[in-house]
């Protein structure tokens, strides 16, 4: 593996890592002695991986592009399905590819979510069946602040979405009702420009990390 690596997930039980790279393609390492398992998983787009996350019953494994599209792979390592960058776009000749953000199941393994740009000083919040990733709500639209965002991060069971502005904000959403998310609380003044942001494995915990001398 020589590319620049983008984007890591580890299996729900800890024993198997993932990473993806600039070139599309996605490693699996035991996450023990670090030896490869199998050969990479490669996407036809040759599109940089720039998120990733396994589904809590370690079946899926679903994977966002930079250049718009996700896929979703098997626990064998074969691609089950995909969203293309026009689907993802839903088909608009105007707007720019679609960059993933960040994806994350929720608790039932039968919903996939996901955040991306969208192009227009918004960002577009999906909801995917699993596996046959149809959609299953119609795209939601979250304003930005300025500049794209610096940080997001999605709960572990997709059920919460947490957004970082240039503006050192952070906005929290609840995504319970995906065809309907609320803006829950709103995270000001924070002394920082956040780069960084994640929830603690069971959701009690937002942390994040950034540079008081960015702007």
């Not at 994977?63 to 608009?92: C, D, M, T």
């Not at 046959?132 to 709500?137: F, G, I, P, V």
């Not at 997001?152 to 502005?165: C, I, P, R, Y």
């Amino acid at each position: 593996q020589t590319d620049q690596i983008n984007s890591l997930a580890f299996s729900p039980d800890n024993k198997i890592l993932a990473a993806g790279d600039d070139s599309g393609a996605i490693f699996l390492r035991d996450a023990t002695s670090g030896k490869p398992i199998g050969q990479p998983l490669l996407n036809e787009q040759q599109s940089s991986i720039v998120s990733m996350v396994f589904s809590h019953g370690a079946s899926w494994l679903a994977s966002g592009l930079y250049r718009g599209g996700i896929i979703l792979w098997n626990a064998q390592g074969q691609k089950v399905s995909s969203v293309s960058a026009e689907e993802l776009g839903q088909g608009a000749p105007d707007m720019k590819p679609l960059e993933v953000l960040a994806v994350a199941f929720r608790t039932d393994d039968k919903i996939l979510v996901s955040i991306a740009t969208e192009g227009r000083g918004e960002l577009q919040l999906d909801a995917w069946r699993v596996p046959e990733m149809n959609r299953a709500h119609r795209p939601f639209s979250i304003p930005l602040e300025g500049p794209l965002p610096r940080a997001v991060a999605f709960k572990a069971d997709g059920s919460m979405l947490a957004v970082a502005f240039n503006s050192q904000k952070i906005h929290i959403w609840d995504l319970r009702e995906l065809g309907a998310p609320v803006r829950m609380k709103e995270l000001n003044d924070l002394g920082t420009v956040v780069q960084a942001l994640e929830f603690s494995p069971k959701g009690r915990w937002l942390v994040y990390g950034g540079n008081e001398s960015d702007s």
